[in-house]
């Protein structure tokens, strides 16, 4: 699925499909966290396999809405593993990773303080 470019400046999601991201013509095979001006790596390759450990990154984020790429489809995971983000007064999101990416960019485009947390799933059923 492509995905207009809105502001060329910005970390905008260009384009994704179940195996890949893209943004600013670099293509992501791997899940990643995202924010207006950062691209990092996310260990996680399934939500079945997201632990605290996991979210401890996220905590790390100036960002206050940060939104959760579930993967393909839509899924909450336990909330109790976002507990430190609620601590913080975080807006966590949860959807399917499609969702996140379109949301991101429409935050993004209003200039919101806004993250994802993108899971490419590779442990697909």
Known sequence: ???ALESPDKNSI??????SIHIAGTRYEDSIIVTNNTIESWQV???ATLTESHI???T???EQIIIIGTGTHHHTPPLNLFAPLFAKNKGVEFMSTPAACRTF???LSENR??????????EKG
């Open 14 to 19: 260009t384009e994704m499909d179940n195996d």
């Open 105 to 107: 960019n429409a935050l």
């Open 45 to 47: 390759s399934s939500l």
């Open 56 to 58: 401890e990154p996220l």
């Open 113 to 122: 303080s806004v993250a994802a947390a993108l899971i490419i799933d590779h």
């Open 1 to 3: 699925m492509e995905i």
């Open 60 to 62: 790390l984020l100036k």
